[in-house]
């Protein structure tokens, strides 16, 4: 704690920070590790493996089709409207893959808070959208109640999404096939550790790199390196250099902002998504209340404090081994200053709902229940305003979850991996409904036998059970009720013979 004050305050007296990241001393790759210069001076440490595996061909075939077709529709007051038009629905690709689902729906949110509604007489009454109706009760005067006239609202902006998306199962023997993990602010490569190994094993292309200024990657001493739209680009470079035919993006809390950038830049590449504790589908501003606004020395000297309530809040328990992993994963271990600046460039007013809803790539929410950072209903909002989404919650992890819950995680992801919807919805087969009897088609002839039928079959049960019954006094109301029954069966008779000279 002394050591961490002193070199503070030398970070106060000097200006510069006490704990720069700096990439190591070799350029060449070991063990899977690659260093790209995304731009002059910028480097950043990628680990890029290709296991030896056995090359299966790309799937081929009709399977595996979604139309993908929605309206999005925003309105001068904030409220935002989708209306999925396609065969593709959220949940349901999962949970009904033999189509059986509604194959519309519309979901209608609000982006910002409403004009106060009117306060409604007892006469009248507020529907679902907020609009006072009235009941069509009498006033004081004896008259009806007149319903307000509605205005017609005026779009603001309409957004029409009409695409054909082809999604298929992705092994890790097909050859166009390429993982991309991404890690948030504070994190490195290291975090991803059990999730590489896994997939390793099964075969998969793995690339995962270093936010600049975090793990070996360069860190420069200007705020402006930190923003998001730099961050954006690098990884934008890294994903054109390493990126196949099919590309699965994983990220995890900061680093989903980036695999949203990615899925909504290249959507014939990206081929699948996964979101890690990342948030609600909002529109990144950076907050002018926040610790990370202090000065760089203050910071530092509060690193300890920081590092404890990151442990605090990021894992379910607080034990020597999540103090391990996060030593052993080199998570939460950057600068002072990188710290600060990477909070303070999240600015990305672009990605909104709308920026969201118009994704149609397939998407998979992992939330850790006991996450303090993220709460769950902003990766319910997300499930909602995006196109595919399959929303997952591990009641085991936190913010952490793939290090707390490796397991659980992989088993997750690698599912999601291999999961493609059916060729085309089968509909439930209705009940044939049977044309009305005419004399066309026959109809005097089958009803008169139908009839007939009827009428001998419950004669015939009427005189077995008379002929069986035994004398006695409890068997006297059977008897009755079997004549009543008799005399049925003769009207029905009767009856019968009435529609046959009818129809005749």
């Not at 020597?320 to 909070?343: C, G, H, I, P, Y």
Request: charged share 25%; proline share 7%; net charge negative.
């Amino acid at each position: 704690m002394l050591t961490t004050f002193l070199d503070g305050l030398l970070c106060c007296l000097t200006g510069k920070s006490a704990n720069v990241v700096v990439p190591i001393e070799t350029s060449e790759p070991a063990d899977g590790y690659e260093f790209v210069e995304v731009k002059p001076g910028r480097v950043l440490r990628v680990r890029h493996v290709i296991p030896e595996r056995e090359v299966e061909e790309e799937p081929s075939g009709p399977g595996g089709s979604v139309h993908c077709k929605r309206k999005i529709t925003v309105y001068r007051n904030g409220q935002l409207l989708i209306e999925n038009l396609g065969d593709a629905v959220r949940q349901e690709l999962l949970h009904a893959p033999n189509g059986e689902a509604e194959p519309n729906c519309t979901v209608e949110v609000e982006l910002a808070d409403p004009p106060s509604n009117p306060t409604p007489n007892p006469d009248t009454k507020v529907d679902k959208t907020g609009s006072v109706v009235g009941t069509g009760g009498s006033g004081a005067g004896g008259a009806a109640t007149a319903p307000p006239r509605k205005r017609r609202r005026k779009p603001k902006r309409t957004v029409v999404i009409d695409s054909e998306r082809k999604i298929t199962s992705c092994k890790g023997t097909h050859a166009d096939v390429a993982l991309f993990f991404v890690h948030g602010v504070g994190g490195s490569l290291d975090i991803w550790g059990s999730q590489l190994d896994f997939f390793f094993r099964l075969g998969y292309e793995v690339i995962v790199p270093d936010l600049v200024g975090h793990g070996a990657s360069s860190a420069p001493q200007i705020a402006a390196a930190y923003t998001f739209y730099a961050l954006a680009e690098d990884m934008r470079a890294i994903f054109k250099r390493y990126a196949r035919k099919r590309n699965i993006l994983i990220g995890h809390s900061y680093g989903v902002s980036f695999c949203t950038f990615l899925a909504h830049e290249y959507p014939d590449q990206v081929h699948k998504v996964v979101m890690i504790n990342g948030g609600g589908p909002t529109a990144l501003e950076p907050s002018l209340c926040s610790i990370f606004n202090l000065p760089t020395c203050v910071l530092h000297c509060l690193s300890p404090c920081l590092s404890w309530s990151f442990l605090k809040a990021g894992f379910a328990h607080q034990g020597a081994k999540e103090k391990q992993l996060l030593k052993d994963n080199n998570a939460f271990n950057v600068s002072s200053f990188v710290l600060r600046a990477m909070m303070s460039g999240q600015y990305w007013p672009e990605g909104d709902e709308v920026y969201h809803a118009e994704i149609t790539v397939p998407i998979l929410l992992v939330h850790g229940m006991y996450d303090k950072f993220v709460p769950v209903e902003e990766d319910q909002r997300m499930a909602e305003i995006l196109l595919l989404a399959f929303l997952k919650i591990i009641n085991e992890g936190s913010h952490m979850v793939m290090m707390e819950c490796p397991e659980s995680v992989n088993t997750l992801l690698h599912e999601f991996f291999l999961w493609e919807p059916d060729s085309a919805p089968k509909s439930k087969p209705r009940p044939e409904t049977a044309n009305a009897p005419t004399a066309s088609n026959g109809g005097d002839s089958c009803e008169g036998e139908e009839f007939e039928s009827i009428a001998e079959e419950i004669k015939d049960q009427c005189d077995s059970l008379i002929a069986g019954n035994n004398e006695g006094k409890s068997d006297a109301p059977i008897a009755e009720e079997i004549q009543s029954d008799s005399s049925v069966s003769e009207e029905i008779q009767s009856d019968s013979s009435v529609s046959r000279g009818d129809l005749g």
